[in-house]
T-cell receptor
C-alpha cells in the first residue's frame, strides 16, 4: 500500500514548455486534489475532483488543466509554463475527514 | 469566504520548552478544524483534528481545542523535542465535519527546536 505517489519529484522547465504531473493513489479514494505551496502562503487549491471523470476549479486554477480518467489517477497539466508557476505541487486524496498527501513535486520554471 | 490566520514564524525553541502556535479562523457555519505537520522534504500529515465546538484534538503530545467563541484552534505542546522541528499548518474544512470539501490552509509556521 503506497498511499499517494507523485511523479516526477523534481523538474526544471523553460518558459513556454509543457508538462504533466502525475498523482496516483491506491486507497480507492473518490476525492483528489492538487495544491501548490509557496513560501508564506500555505497551500492553495488549484483543481480538485469528486470522482472519476469529474473535475472542478479551486482557488488558483489559471494556467493549469487537470484530468481524472481513472479513479486512481489525477493529472495536472501545464500547457505553457511561466516562472510564476515555480512552486512545490502536492496531490492529496480522501474518502473521509483526513486528506492524505503525496511527497510533492518541486517545479522550477526558468 | 473561509480564511485561516496563523501566528507569524519562524518559532525557535529549546528542547523541553512549551509550545503554542496560534490559529484563528473565519468561516460560515460550523467548520471542522485541523492541524497538519510537514517534516523536511515530505508531504503533509494530519496531526490532529476537531469537528465541533469545545472538542479537543490530541496526538503525539500535541493538543488543540476548538473554541467557537474566539474562533480559535491554538496548537500546544508541553515539552517539545528536536524531532518536532517541522512546518505546522492550521486548516479548516467546509461545514459538515468532513474534508470532502476544500481545505483552507493558514500560511504555515516553521518550528525549530534546538537541543
Amino acid at each position: 500500500n503506497a498511499g499517494v505517489t507523485q511523479t516526477p519529484k523534481f523538474r526544471v522547465l523553460k518558459t513556454g514548455q509543457s508538462m504533466t504531473l502525475l498523482c496516483a493513489q491506491d486507497m480507492n479514494h473518490e476525492y483528489m486534489y492538487w495544491y501548490r505551496q509557496d513560501p508564506g502562503m500555505g497551500l492553495r487549491l488549484i483543481h480538485y475532483s469528486v470522482g472519476e471523470g469529474t473535475t472542478a476549479k479551486g482557488e488558483v486554477p489559471d494556467g493549469y488543466n487537470v484530468s481524472r480518467l481513472k479513479k486512481q489517477n489525477f493529472l495536472l497539466g501545464l500547457e505553457s509554463a511561466a516562472p510564476s508557476q515555480t512552486s512545490v505541487y502536492f496531490c492529496a486524496s480522501t474518502n473521509s475527514e483526513t486528506q492524505y498527501f503525496g511527497p510533492g513535486t518541486r517545479l522550477l520554471v526558468l | 469566504g473561509n480564511s485561516v490566520t496563523q501566528m507569524e514564524g519562524p518559532v525557535t525553541l529549546s528542547e523541553e520548552a512549551f509550545l503554542t502556535i496560534n490559529c484563528t479562523y473565519t468561516a460560515t457555519g460550523y467548520p471542522s478544524l485541523f492541524w497538519y505537520v510537514q517534516y523536511p522534504g515530505e508531504g503533509l500529515q494530519l496531526l490532529l483534528k476537531a469537528t465541533k465546538a469545545d472538542d479537543k484534538g490530541s496526538n503525539k503530545g500535541f493538543e488543540a481545542t476548538y473554541r467557537k467563541e474566539t474562533t480559535s484552534f491554538h496548537l500546544e505542546k508541553g515539552s517539545v523535542q528536536v524531532s518536532d522541528s517541522a512546518v505546522y499548518f492550521c486548516a479548516l474544512a467546509n461545514a459538515g465535519g468532513t474534508s470532502y470539501g476544500k481545505l483552507t490552509f493558514g500560511q504555515g509556521t516553521i518550528l525549530t527546536v534546538h537541543p
